[in-house]
């Protein structure tokens, strides 16, 4: 197993009262955590809510029937808990993470692979042929089981169509209406998958950083991957980084979700977003903790060194700028 950077977090609430909720994706190891954590707790057990059976219990919330499903495990609880729980996100591996199993060398000489395969535990450690059978498992209708479930969601091609859409479109300011035409969907319907594709872990946003300056962009969003691999599966992409045309856009992609999950990892309270102006000045990545600000330009090709630009310079106090390259970008977490 690869050592997860939030146990620690979650250790400090085990024997507090409130429910600990730890979410994620689809195999981001949610289940191998948990037997880590318990394997020495006497009396823990772990159930599937994947089974109906259980699945029906938790969901009517009654509690004679849940003491039935957990046995002595629940002979504390005596009230509902709604409200009184704990959330922790799980993700796909970290470099961090597998820097721990592995060592930084290693991350250095596999970046290439981590970017074309992604950072899912059971993919890591596979052969080239197997990552992607693994990966065309994992992007097929069971990454999207529980929306095409909870939805009733008639044609899951549609919705493929819509996600290799903004696969294409990493990096890049999204336009609801165009993504509307382009699928064949009402701008309500767009709005809605994409809402459904964040809250089931697929993609996540970045919003813009905004104090009204008069030119900058203000309410425009950007779409990424929380995994590069399932991204590169959905386009059927699995090419050497030398011969692509999207290499910015998936470091981009890759830089952003790595500081992310550093973050989240370590309960760090920062919030992440993007900055443009209608004249093109613009920044990858600004990082806000406490009203200070960190700017950070992600550039593939490590000779390429960015500037901050004058007007965001002008208007705004930036503690910290700087080019993030496959040889620093371990300067990201910090």
């Known amino acids: ?3 997860r950077e939030i146990i620690p977090a ?20 949610k289940t191998t955590l948990l037997e880590y954590m318990l394997k020495d707790m006497p009396g823990s057990r772990i159930i599937s809510c994947d089974r109906p059976a259980a699945e029906e219990v938790l969901e009517d919330l009654n509690l004679t029937q849940i003491r039935q499903l957990f046995g002595s495990s629940t002979n504390k609880i005596s009230e509902p808990l709604t409200g009184r729980n704990i959330k922790f996100k799980l993700f ?3 470099v961090n993470e597998i820097q721990s199993k592995k060592d930084w060398l290693w991350i250095r000489e596999n970046l290439e692979q981590l970017l074309i395969f992604g950072c ?32 009733r969601i008639n044609n899951p ?3 493929r169509k819509l996600l290799k859409a903004l696969a294409l479109q990493i990096g890049q300011i999204v336009s609801i209406g165009e993504l509307s035409n382009l699928v064949g969907l009402s701008f ?26 008069r030119n900058e962009i203000k309410k425009s969003k950007k779409y990424y991957f929380w995994d590069l691999g399932i991204r590169n599966a959905l386009i059927q992409s699995y090419g ?19 500081k992310i999950k550093f973050n989240s990892n370590h309960q760090k309270h920062r919030s992440v977003y993007y900055w443009r102006t209608y004249d093109g000045a613009e920044i990858d990545l600004i990082e806000v903790e406490n009203e200070k600000i960190s700017a950070f330009e992600i550039k593939w090709n490590p000779k390429k060194i960015a500037r901050l ?7 705004y106090d930036v503690q910290k700028f700087l080019t993030i390259n496959p040889k620093n970008f371990n300067e990201l977490f910090q």
């Open 1 to 3: 197993m690869y050592q």
């Open 240 to 258: 050497a980084l030398s011969n692509r045309q999207d290499i910015g856009a998936m470091w981009e992609n890759f830089c952003i979700v790595e």
């Open 188 to 213: 309500p319907t767009v709005e809605k998958y994409i809402d459904l594709l964040e809250k089931t872990f697929v993609i996540f946003s970045l919003s813009t950083f905004s104090s009204n300056l």
């Open 157 to 159: 091609g549609v919705l």
């Open 309 to 315: 630009p004058n007007s965001f310079a002008e208007k």
């Open 120 to 151: 899912y535990p059971e993919i890591i450690d596979l052969a080239y042929d197997e990552k992607i059978i693994k990966l065309e498992h994992l992007a097929s209708d069971y990454l999207f089981k529980d929306i095409l479930a909870s939805e």
């Open 92 to 94: 796909p591996l970290s």
């Open 10 to 29: 979650i250790l400090k609430w085990l024997d507090k009262k409130e429910v600990i909720a730890i979410y994620g994706a689809r195999q981001v190891g």
